[in-house]
């Protein structure tokens, strides 16, 4: 099968003992390119790739020093386009909810379910409701404070460099087209694939009832303390 060729990306970095961020970006044409970013979370030498991206050969490289690519979680169902690399590559479990159309592979080896089993410990997986197709967040009982990992749900440009590997035209429409420098719901999300908005503002409260201090998502940057204000700021402003 042929795989989508790598873009533009860092190499790893370290939030947390056993959490790890790579920095990449997708190009969806020719003039706008914005970022992307895949969560590791390691667990003794196994590695968890949430929201794959897929990294060129230092790059992988830098990944089998971490550990060993045992798992592809799949968080929302636009962000597909690189886990069939990683699990034909490194023969990696895909994990992934059930009922998305855009990417219908790799095939899934372990369904994900609202509290069900993720393939590290000390994780809480909520699924939300009223969507076209399914999309979830991860919580990391994690110290100094849990870490929310989000996919295209809940996005943050909060902190610098707010955008990486994003190109300068995409940096300047960006704020004119719903993404300004700050945490917030994704708006194209709510568009493309809620399905009933007062129905996902009760999933965003029962979001905000879970304990998190820290946010990593799909886009953006890590907010490194106080996420959750930051979420609820976003809440207010599109549920008002």
């Known amino acids: 099968?042929?795989?989508?060729?790598?873009?533009?990306?860092?190499?790893?970095?370290?939030?947390?003992?056993?959490?790890?961020?790579?920095?990449?970006?997708?190009?969806?044409?020719?003039?706008?390119?914005?970022?992307?970013?895949?969560?590791?979370?390691?667990?003794?030498?196994?590695?968890?790739?949430?929201?794959?991206?897929?990294?060129?050969?230092?790059?992988?490289?830098?990944?089998?020093?971490?550990?060993?690519?045992?798992?592809?979680?799949?968080?929302?169902?636009?962000?597909?386009?690189?886990?069939?690399?990683?699990?034909?590559?490194?023969?990696?479990?895909?994990?992934?909810?059930?009922?998305?159309?855009?990417?219908?592979?790799?095939?899934?080896?372990?369904?994900?379910?609202?509290?069900?089993?993720?393939?590290?410990?000390?994780?809480?997986?909520?699924?939300?409701?009223?969507?076209?197709?399914?999309?979830?967040?991860i919580v990391l009982d994690r110290a100094p404070g849990n870490v929310l990992l989000t996919c295209d749900a809940i996005q943050s440009y909060a902190t610098p460099p707010h955008t990486p590997h994003t190109n300068v035209f995409t940096r300047l429409v960006m704020p004119f087209i719903g993404f300004p420098k700050k945490t917030l719901i994704g708006p194209a999300w709510m568009k493309m694939l809620v399905e009933d908005k007062a129905g996902m503002q009760r999933e965003f409260e029962r979001l905000l009832a879970l304990d998190f201090d820290r946010l990593l998502s799909a886009h953006g940057t890590f907010v490194a303390a106080d996420a959750r204000a930051d979420v609820q700021r976003a809440f207010d402003e599109m549920f008002g």
Not at 23 to 50: K, Y
């Open 1 to 137: 099968m042929l795989h989508p060729e790598p873009l533009p990306h860092d190499l790893p970095l370290q939030l947390d003992e056993d959490l790890f961020v790579v920095h990449g970006c997708v190009q969806p044409s020719a003039i706008a390119r914005f970022t992307r970013n895949m969560a590791i979370v390691r667990q003794r030498d196994e590695l968890t790739l949430i929201n794959p991206v897929r990294m060129d050969e230092p790059g992988l490289a830098a990944l089998r020093e971490l550990g060993a690519i045992r798992h592809v979680l799949r968080l929302g169902p636009l962000h597909g386009m690189d886990d069939a690399f990683y699990t034909e590559t490194f023969g990696a479990q895909f994990w992934s909810f059930t009922g998305g159309t855009r990417y219908t592979a790799p095939k899934i080896d372990q369904v994900l379910t609202e509290g069900g089993p993720l393939p590290f410990a000390r994780g809480h997986l909520f699924a939300f409701r009223y969507m076209k197709e399914p999309e979830g967040a």
